[in-house]
């Protein structure tokens, strides 16, 4: 038998991070009202399963935009590290604050096969389909891959291959590397993330295109 113990407004007037769909950025938001629920569930001899769920009614402090805010986390997402133990915490903002996001302006400049996988990324995460949008995400990654002629047996090779190359920073080369686990866990796991963890990773798509593609094209036409 589950045990759940409920909390109201434990956490009000606190302030949170929040992607607001206005600013379009994350700002500050004010906690109006929240639950929170924790629960345990005896899973048999010396083995517990735990989790947390916070729901919350935020607002910006900049733009003053209303928004719910889901956190959840659970003892199975517990990574026993040294001193201290490391969590997944999963945080969905509703209405979606990616809802009605855009390609990155000169799109048409990215090679054909790249345009079509980030296309159809941007409508997945608009339409809120998160497995979706973490296998394109790594499929982009790929195809830059691919494009670059990046060598390599497996993925992990060919973006740092992208760092011999001189297509990608070292500090580059670790965030896709951070994307590629993203999508791994989407593709191979069915591992939805949440939407604010879908739009960090896009923004740094966007930085890819423009640093690879985009700049470098204007760059050659303004400086022959």
């Excluded at 004010?30 to 916070?54: A, Q, R, V």
């Excluded at 090679?111 to 997945?124: A, D, F, V």
């Excluded at 339409?127 to 990654?141: D, E, M, N, Y």
């Excluded at 994307?179 to 939805?192: F, Y």
Aim: with cysteine.
């Amino acid at each position: 038998m589950a045990e759940i113990e409920i909390t109201k407004n434990s956490k009000t007037n606190e302030k949170v991070d929040v992607t607001c769909r206005e600013c379009k950025r994350s700002t500050k938001h004010l906690i109006l009202s929240d639950i929170c629920l924790k629960g345990s569930e005896d899973m048999g001899p010396h083995d517990y399963f735990m989790w947390y769920d916070e729901y919350q009614i935020v607002q910006c402090q900049g733009c003053e935009t209303v928004s719910f805010r889901k956190t959840h986390e659970n003892s199975e997402d517990y990574h026993q590290t040294s001193p201290d133990d490391e969590h997944t915490l999963y945080v969905d903002i509703y209405p979606n604050p990616e809802d009605g996001r855009d390609t990155i302006e000169d799109d048409h400049l990215l090679p054909s096969s790249l345009q079509r996988i980030y296309s159809e990324t941007i409508k997945s995460i608009n339409s809120g389909q998160a497995v979706l949008t973490g296998i394109g995400i790594r499929a982009i990654v790929e195809t830059v891959c691919k494009d670059k002629n990046a060598n390599g047996k497996d993925l992990y090779e060919k973006i740092n291959d992208l760092v011999t190359q001189g297509v990608l920073t070292k500090d580059g080369s670790n965030i896709l590397h951070k994307l590629r686990t993203l999508g791994n866990e989407a593709a191979h796991e069915v591992k939805p993330h949440d939407n604010v963890q879908l739009g960090l990773a896009l923004d740094v798509i966007d930085h890819l295109m423009q640093g690879v593609y985009i700049l470098p094209y204007h760059a050659k036409a303004k400086f022959k």
